[in-house]
């Protein structure tokens, strides 16, 4: 499976997300911005969950590329200590026992498992649960 | 310096009106408010015009006169009715004008608002993942501040139980029903902590206010309402905005905060002295955040300040009082000028069934959008 677009995810085994640190203030965002002024940082693997919903409706397409049958899925905010808050999917949880403060690590997921090319894009699943 | 008075209002019903347009009806709210202020549109001598998705407001020539006025266009998000106000009132401070007009109207299709990526200079794969969801960002928003500060669902539910309660008073506004709290809370959820009853909808309306110089409104022998303070504001580091990918973990400050401060300032009063106050509450929780950023309560007592029903029309700080976004829906160019207008009617003492207690003499507005945008007004009488 492919990336959902370059320059997200490292090529190492297991993956991280790529954000980006300002050469002159050192502050991180995600992903890295174009241009000279960010340079590519490869971010931690856990942190916690500092917020997060449930999408409970599909979302609109254009530009939505996700699956036509809809399931409600969390989505959330993880701090990565020292680095910078990341909007991602949640994995392998129930909705409903997602809470602030839990400890996550990075994943990929496919975005729509049953497409014919399916892509990965970011997430995050419990500490020590099993993909 | 003399303030600048706000002398005639008009509003075109919010919600749905099928069949005319929303520049049409931004043109109903001119002649309300010019009969309001028993002024004739060749009175008027310049216009500030606010509107997101229903064309270019100044194009209201052609229904109202070829006068040859100055008329522009602003577009500035959630804050076009504001930036329309603020831009209205220095045109009259500068001694430029006596007499003028800020519109606002809209009407946007049905469903949530949808936007691309490529709008808010993101990339693609954003948009295609799923996050240019402004529920699910709103929702995010007000769960790590439930968290931090300890608001529950059923403040969240108390919000919108109001608005509805006030909504049925205002002939303005699109819901008209009250809706039991019971109902509210166990009403769909939309996004995780919102249930379909504590979001507003997109939705059709205008609004016109004609302001003139004191000197000009004791001439025309109105009473004096005047626009101490119209502040407008974009966001400052560390704020935490719709459509963001990755915030900084060092939080900061907010538009509202500054806009806020400023208006403040302005009007060379505080928040002790506002008498009814109009907060963007596009959602419930908005309302909740609002109420402190505003700074008429600390993060964390609006629980007590809804469970006490503080801001019921019969409280000691009445808030929305014509039941808000959330019951009037959100026309973007218009909805921050309908916070004033409501205003104005409440100062005047004509609210009748929603007109709020005690003789109100100052009154506050305040609007918040994307991307980290803030107005704020002040009206004394």
């Not at chain 1, 960010?38 to 931690?44: C, E, I, M, Y």
């Not at chain 1, 609109?60 to 905010?77: L, Q, R, T």
């Not at chain 1, 994995?91 to 690590?105: L, S, T």
């Not at chain 2, 309908?338 to 003499?361: I, M, S, T």
């Amino acid at each position: 499976m492919r990336p959902i677009a370059d320059g997200l995810f490292t090529d190492e085994t297991p993956p991280r997300l790529i954000g980006g640190k300002d050469r002159e203030s050192g502050r991180i965002v995600f992903p890295c911005p174009p241009g000279e002024r960010f340079a590519p940082h490869p971010l931690g693997r856990t942190g916690k969950v500092w917020s997060f919903t449930i999408q409970r409706f599909r979302p609109k397409s254009p530009p939505y590329h996700g699956p036509e049958a809809f399931v409600p899925y969390s989505i959330a905010y993880v701090e990565l200590p020292g680095e910078v808050i990341v909007e991602a999917r949640l994995a392998h949880i129930a909705n409903e026992d997602v809470r602030v403060g839990m400890a996550v690590e990075f994943i990929q997921i496919p975005l729509d498992p049953d497409a014919a090319d399916p892509v990965l894009i970011p997430a995050f699943k419990p500490l020590g649960v099993a993909a | 310096m003399s303030d600048v008075c706000i002398i005639g209002i008009g509003i075109h019903k919010f919600g749905r009106t099928d069949g005319v347009s929303g520049l049409d009806q931004g043109v109903v709210a001119v002649r309300a408010a010019l009969a309001d202020a028993g002024l004739e549109w060749p009175d008027i001598q310049f216009a500030y015009g606010g509107s997101d998705s229903a064309g270019n407001p100044d194009t209201m020539v052609e229904r109202l006169g070829l006068t040859g006025i100055q008329f522009i266009n602003v577009r500035n998000g959630c804050a076009a009715g504001g930036s329309a106000l603020a831009s209205a009132q220095m045109a009259i401070k500068s001694g430029e004008y006596e007499v003028g007009l800020a519109v606002g109207f809209d009407k946007h299709p049905r469903g949530a608002f949808n936007a691309l990526p490529s709008e808010y200079n993101l990339p693609e794969w954003y948009g295609e993942a799923g996050y240019m969801v402004t529920t699910q960002f709103f929702a995010a928003k007000i769960t790590r501040y439930m968290h931090e500060y300890g608001v529950t669902p059923t403040a969240l539910g108390r919000v919108a139980e109001k608005a509805f309660i006030n909504g049925a008073k205002a002939d303005h506004a699109w819901r008209r029903e009250p809706v039991a709290l019971e109902e509210i809370l166990g009403a769909p959820l939309v996004s995780d902590p919102y249930t379909k009853f504590m979001f507003c909808s997109p939705a059709e309306g205008g609004v016109a206010l004609i302001l003139a110089s004191e000197k000009k409104a004791r001439e025309l022998g109105k009473p004096l309402i005047r626009l101490k303070a119209a502040a407008m504001r974009t966001r400052p580091p560390g704020s935490f905005e719709v459509f963001a990918p990755s915030i900084d973990i060092a939080r900061g400050g907010t538009a509202t905060r500054i806009a806020s401060a400023a208006a403040f300032a302005q009007a060379g009063i505080g928040p002790e002295d506002i008498d009814v106050a109009q907060l963007q509450d596009t959602e419930a929780g908005a309302e909740i955040m609002h109420m402190a950023e505003n700074g008429f309560c600390k993060d964390g007592e609006q629980e007590q300040w809804l469970a006490e029903r503080r801001t019921h029309l019969d409280g000691t700080l009445p808030v929305n009082t014509d039941g808000g976004c959330l019951a009037c829906g959100e026309p973007i160019g218009a909805s921050g000028l309908r916070q004033v207008y409501e205003n104005v009617v409440q100062l005047r003492g004509a609210g009748g069934a929603r007109q709020v207690a005690g003789n109100p003499k100052t009154a506050y507005t305040h609007v918040y959008g994307a991307p980290g945008v803030s107005a704020v007004t002040i009206l004394e009488r």
